[in-house]
């Protein structure tokens, strides 16, 4: 097996490529928008959007599942600058975050890793954040559901899908974390709202990524079927890959471009 294209060291032919774990990297610029395709959204990596043949379409539906061992930074590396990317074009992003995952941090993670700032996040970011007691969070980026009506939540959520577009002029982009969706309504709400985000997203040409965690595999086979592009991050001996499974792609091993003031992947197929 030969690595090629990256910036790794290199022993003997072969590049050696560094658990993501063991680097560090500290933002030195603000994220630079990409353009879009006609008819796409860059994904805010050119490596990425090479290896989809220019992005994702307009009206996609996105799937991006991991594998075991896949650490928050790992994950956030490949789907974060295209949220970077919207906002960087003025649109807006709609985050139902995974458990453990609030609004304050996806709001520091924006500042920390692209440089955004409060008064953008603010206009253009929204996390829906379930509150069982109503309980309203401070942070303006932070919208509240109570997580036992589902259609009641999902009201709220287009509402507020609904105000960012009429205030931007733009289609926006939303981040689905399945789990969270049957872990709070059930297996069947999870196909109800999966298959009306699906037809809006059509409609009204946005753009949703579903992330499937390990152990949700019969989510994950229900929302590939319906799903545009379907990539998977896993981990193997140490090593971060990607590759798409709809369609089919070579293995690519990820690792940081250290071109960039700000942390972007850098995909260097296997060959």
């Not at 304050?104 to 953008?120: C, H, S």
């Not at 253009?124 to 589902?150: A, F, H, M, W, Y």
């Not at 985000?197 to 753009?207: H, M, S």
Request: hydrophobic share 35%; glycine share 8%.
């Amino acid at each position: 097996m030969d690595f090629t294209e990256s910036s790794g060291p290199v022993q003997g032919g072969f590049t050696v490529f560094q658990p993501l774990e063991l680097q560090t990297f500290q933002r030195k610029g603000r994220f630079q928008p990409i353009p879009d395709p006609e008819n796409r959204f860059s994904t805010g990596s050119l490596d990425l959007d090479k290896l989809l043949g220019g992005g994702y379409s307009q009206g996609g539906i996105i799937l991006f599942e991991t594998g075991d061992n896949i650490s928050n930074f790992n994950w956030q590396l490949i789907i974060c600058p295209t949220l970077a990317n919207f906002i960087s074009h003025g649109r807006a992003g709609i985050i139902l975050p995974a458990s453990g995952i609030n609004t304050d941090i996806v709001v520091a993670k924006m500042k920390e890793m692209y440089g955004f700032t409060d008064e953008e996040l603010s206009k253009l970011l929204r996390i829906l954040e379930i509150s069982p007691l109503g309980e309203i969070r401070k942070n303006v980026c932070s919208v509240t559901i109570q997580g036992e009506d589902v259609m009641e939540d999902y009201a709220t959520w287009l509402k507020t899908e609904d105000e960012l577009k009429e205030k931007t002029g733009n289609p926006v982009v939303e981040y689905v974390a399945h789990d969270m969706i049957e872990a709070t309504y059930g297996t069947e709400a999870f196909k109800q709202i999966i298959n009306s985000v699906t037809t809006k997203t059509r409609n009204e040409g946005n753009l949703t990524i579903g992330i499937a965690s390990p152990g949700f595999e019969h989510l994950t086979r229900r929302a590939a079927n319906i799903s545009d592009i379907h990539l998977k991050l896993l981990r193997e001996h140490g090593t971060l890959l990607l590759y798409g499974k709809k369609p089919r792609t070579n293995l690519h091993a990820v690792d940081l471009d250290p071109s960039k003031e700000y942390p972007l992947p850098k995909l260097t197929p296997l060959i």
